[in-house]
């Protein structure tokens, strides 16, 4: 994967975890209150469950696309990105024995 697309990728991702915990952070409040009112949580509680899951969903793509970026390293190529399991060594010419 290119890295510019894996970059995207990541922003997205990590737009995706901080709305998530916007999301679950708002959840606990809810939660908080109906609790306050002495009213019934448990859908509450059920879709804070949810919440989490998909944060962890998207903690775990975060660090597969990290992942990726670092096998790539800062400064791979395209060709490199096309090839990644192509093996180069630089050999240097043999010295006679005199």
């Known amino acids: 994967m290119d890295r510019d697309l894996i970059l995207e990728h990541l922003a997205?991702?990590?737009?995706?975890?901080a709305s998530a915990r916007k999301k679950i952070t708002?959840?606990?409040?809810?939660?908080?209150?109906?609790?306050?009112l002495h009213k019934d949580a448990t859908g509450?509680?059920?879709?804070?469950?949810?919440f989490e899951m998909r944060?962890?969903?998207?903690?775990?793509?975060?660090?597969?696309?990290?992942?990726?970026?670092?096998y790539l390293g800062p400064t791979a190529t395209r060709r490199e990105q096309?090839?990644?399991h192509r093996l180069t060594i630089d050999v240097p010419p043999l010295q006679s024995a005199v």
């Open 82 to 84: 096309q090839a990644p």
């Open 26 to 36: 708002e959840q606990i409040e809810f939660i908080a209150w109906l609790k306050w």
């Open 55 to 70: 944060l962890a969903r998207h903690a775990t793509d975060r660090e597969r696309l990290r992942a990726q970026l670092a």
């Open 12 to 17: 997205g991702a990590e737009r995706r975890i």
């Open 44 to 50: 509450a509680i059920a879709l804070l469950r949810e």
